[in-house]
């Protein structure tokens, strides 16, 4: 359990993830229409948005990366999803703070484990005690 | 209890699960015709790019049949199968401020997704 500073810590870090027009936004009952339109439209579709800064850097994918690609392409083998599901799930259903904020990767594997949730694969619970029990093994770390 | 790791899943025919199983519909469109990208919602989930829509351009290529992407991504493997076209714009219809005149971006769309150009 995390100490109620940490806690802090976690609702603060939560508020942070506010998508970023620059305004917070909490539930408003009036959305100019234009800013309407650009929450419904979909996520992946950034051709022509303005690019944030990015440093380019020659990587080798990591050993997360090349097991979550491989994980989710044995899913799509396997007929539990196909590419398509994937890039809606990982692309667009994640919504914007996670688009945005997680590594490409982190998003297939976020999508992966929602979708076998929500397909009835395993049980929200069971993925709960399954890193719980990872967590415990590494440590809680 | 089930868990993950006894979950049977249901072993795949002979046709990959994903493969369209409707009908084929014919193609509308030839090389050459010049198609106008409709200006659908994008609700949920949707391919063709905001950039594009309203645009017209000339269609370059018949590619193949398939599921529409809307379909796809809910797995519905039954829908109608479409022709997909690639269609080339002028990069000055898509960014006004585009300085080169001849340039042009070549982008693929599922037929449903177009319709004769009147400009």
Redesign the interface.
């Known amino acids: 359990m995390p100490s109620r500073s940490e806690l802090r810590q976690l609702y603060d870090a939560g508020a942070q993830l506010t998508p970023a027009i620059h305004q917070p936004q909490d539930w408003p009952y009036e959305v100019p229409h234009t800013l309407y339109e650009a929450y419904m439209w979909p996520l992946h579709d950034v051709g022509g948005h303005a690019a944030a800064p990015a440093l380019f850097e020659e990587k080798e994918e990591e050993e997360w990366e090349d097991k979550t690609y491989v994980t989710c392409e044995v899913l799509g083998w396997k007929g539990v999803w196909n590419a398509e599901e994937r890039r809606r799930r990982a692309d667009n259903d994640v919504g914007v703070s996670i688009y945005y904020g997680f590594p490409y990767y982190g998003r297939w594997i976020w999508s992966a484990a929602r979708m076998l949730v929500d397909k009835n694969h395993i049980s929200l619970n069971e993925l709960h005690e399954k890193i719980a029990e990872v967590k415990a093994r590494y440590g809680n770390r | 209890m089930e868990?993950?790791e006894t979950?049977t899943?249901?072993t795949?025919g002979t046709k990959?699960?994903?493969e369209g199983t409707g009908v084929t519909l014919p193609a509308r469109f030839k090389i050459g015709d010049r198609v106008r990208v409709r200006e659908l919602?994008?609700?949920?989930?949707?391919?063709t790019?905001?950039?594009v829509r309203g645009v017209s351009g000339t269609v370059v290529r018949l590619n193949y049949p398939d599921?529409t992407?809307e379909d796809?991504?809910?797995?519905r493997y039954n829908a109608p199968q479409e022709q997909y076209y690639i269609v080339r714009f002028c990069q000055k219809d898509l960014?006004e401020e585009y300085p080169f005149q001849n340039d042009t971006l070549q982008s693929e769309y599922p037929e449903s997704a177009l319709e004769p150009a009147t400009d």
């Open positions: 868990t993950a979950k899943v249901e795949p990959a699960p994903w919602p994008a609700i949920f989930y949707s391919r790019q905001m950039y599921l992407p796809e991504a809910w797995n960014w």
